[in-house]
T-cell receptor
């Protein structure tokens, strides 16, 4: 079995300040982990993925995430927020075996001018 | 990466009617999936669309309510049958890309936003 917990339903930051979106997971297998972004009225876009290579993963638009097995975490960060980053962000886990994808409940990122 | 086109992008439907959503991928893919995103919620997998055989449904979803077709490796349809207001959601098609570079990654369509009155 697997699960994913996004610790914040809403995060609000000022433009130009760092972004931290938190995600914890559980999985019976060595997981693959993903972050997707969903802008209003748009589909989901892959930001980055971890699949057992480097633990620090760089994605698009300046985002990165670090896989920490000891903490079962995969937090998403960005050094400097931009207004266009305002969107819904989903952390996703995929274990091995017959497990498909499990989506977190999402974190709504608000960027204050 | 693969490009997925869905239509309709949105529709307003009457209670008791059915609507079919189409999903077209611009390349052949082995795995296609249908998800539902209820208002303010995360994504829930409805079923895996299997080419040439019946779809595999997740717990809580049945073929009579959500019949799925997958006639080839680039196309699938999802029908929402006998709709009620509770079916108002965004329905998303996704595909898993083949090959090492895209392995294990799902690409999503823009979604079909259904409102049932």
């Amino acid at each position: 079995a697997q699960s994913v917990t996004q610790l914040d339903s809403h995060v609000s930051v000022s433009e130009g300040t760092p972004v931290l979106l938190r995600c914890n997971y559980s999985s019976s297998y060595s997981p693959s982990l993903f972050w997707y972004v969903q802008h209003p009225n748009k589909g989901l876009q892959l930001l980055l993925k971890y699949t057992s290579a480097a633990t620090l993963v760089k994605g698009i638009n300046g985002f990165e995430a670090e896989f920490k097995k000891s903490e079962t975490s995969f937090h998403l960060t960005k050094p400097s927020a931009h207004m266009s980053d305002a969107a819904e962000y989903f952390c996703v886990v995929r274990g091995g075996g017959a497990d498909g994808l499990t989506f977190g409940k999402g974190t709504h990122l608000i960027i204050q001018p | 990466s693969a490009v997925i086109s869905q239509k309709p992008s949105r529709d307003i439907c009457q209670r008791g009617t059915s609507l079919t959503i189409q999903c077209q991928v611009d390349s052949q893919v082995t795995m296609m999936f249908w998800y539902r995103q209820q208002p303010g919620q995360s994504l829930t997998l409805i079923a895996t669309a299997n080419q040439g055989s019946e779809a595999t449904y997740e717990s809580g979803f049945v073929i009579d309510k959500f019949p799925i077709s997958r006639p080839n490796l680039t196309f699938s349809t999802l029908t929402v049958s006998n709709m009620s207001p509770e079916d108002s959601s965004i329905y998303l098609c996704s595909a898993e890309e083949d090959g090492t570079a895209g392995a294990n990654v799902l690409t999503f369509g823009a979604g079909s936003r259904l409102t049932v009155l």
